[in-house]
């Protein structure tokens, strides 16, 4: 793969929403040979668990896992130590837990790589998921103000504990990029390319719209993996990228 259209794939993250890992192996053999992100979420990490995120490493992916940590700043710690030895590019964790389970975060890390472990992932926080409205941020949530202000906020939060991103809409990446810098990484779902269902997503943009308001990385789900042919609809993507 050339190498414009090789660095696209790699800021595409590919969400392996699977029950198992032979449906997620089917989908990875289809897209075989396109250097993508692989991200795996909670469905599948708790069904396949670590031997799947180490075979991954194995095949050469840069590997996302999604279990969005959110507890006690030790309990936190611990599990951030145990993913860090796993090998994986990068994790995410709660920034609702504060600034102390965030820290406990990267304590985490750092015990790990002092124990052995041989590279230190990403660590990034989630600030609202792209399912909540402006209705569910005020009266289910609880928290007034709009939801921009609510990620801007939480955004601010990893960046003083020292997290280097953020997961956020498409949307308010520019926001997060005023506030916490250019450097401070921005990983997106809620990208539906021209056309696609929308689902359980309230806040999308396309891939190439996403790009353009300065993401590092998209998430890419049901678009890719609930599509007749995976691989076309990647390719098509990347098309979409080479045009902007």
């Given at each position: ?15 392996l929403?699977?029950a198992s890992?032979?449906e997620?192996?089917?989908?990875i ?5 396109i250097?993508?992100?692989?991200k795996?979420g ?8 670590p ?6 490493k194995?095949?050469?992916?840069n ?23 796993l ?14 389970m965030?820290?406990g975060?990267?304590e ?5 790589l ?24 005020n ?5 007034a103000g709009?939801?921009?202000d609510a990620?801007?906020r939480?955004?601010r ?9 953020v997961v956020?809409?498409?949307l ?23 056309g696609a ?7 999308v943009?396309?891939?190439?719209e ?5 993401t590092?990385?998209?998430?890419i ?8 042919d ?8 990347l098309?979409?990228?080479?045009i902007?």
């Amino acid at each position: 793969m050339e190498t414009a259209r090789a660095q696209s794939a790699g800021r595409i993250m590919v969400a392996l929403d699977y029950a198992s890992a032979d449906e997620a192996d089917t989908l990875i053999q289809e897209l075989r040979g396109i250097p993508c992100y692989m991200k795996v979420g909670m469905q599948l990490f708790y069904a396949a668990g670590p031997r799947f995120v180490a075979r991954l490493k194995d095949e050469g992916y840069n590997v996302f896992l999604d279990v969005k940590m959110h507890d006690i700043p030790n309990t936190v710690k611990g599990g951030s130590e145990s993913v860090t030895r796993l090998g994986v590019d990068m994790f995410n964790v709660h920034a609702a837990g504060g600034i102390k389970m965030m820290e406990g975060a990267l304590e985490g890390v750092d015990k790990a790589l002092g124990g052995g472990a041989a590279k230190r992932p990403r660590v990034i926080a989630v600030t609202q998921l792209t399912s909540t409205s402006q209705m569910m941020l005020n009266e289910e949530i609880g928290i007034a103000g709009r939801v921009e202000d609510a990620v801007v906020r939480y955004a601010r939060l990893a960046r003083q504990a020292g997290l280097q991103g953020v997961v956020a809409s498409p949307l308010e990446v520019s926001a997060v990029k005023e506030a916490c810098g250019a450097d401070f990484i921005t990983v997106t779902p809620g990208i539906r390319p021209a056309g696609a269902a929308l689902g359980d997503q309230n806040r999308v943009m396309t891939p190439a719209e996403a790009f353009t308001a300065g993401t590092d990385y998209v998430v890419i789900g049901r678009p890719i993996t609930a599509a007749p042919d995976p691989r076309q609809a990647l390719e098509q993507i990347l098309d979409s990228l080479e045009i902007r």
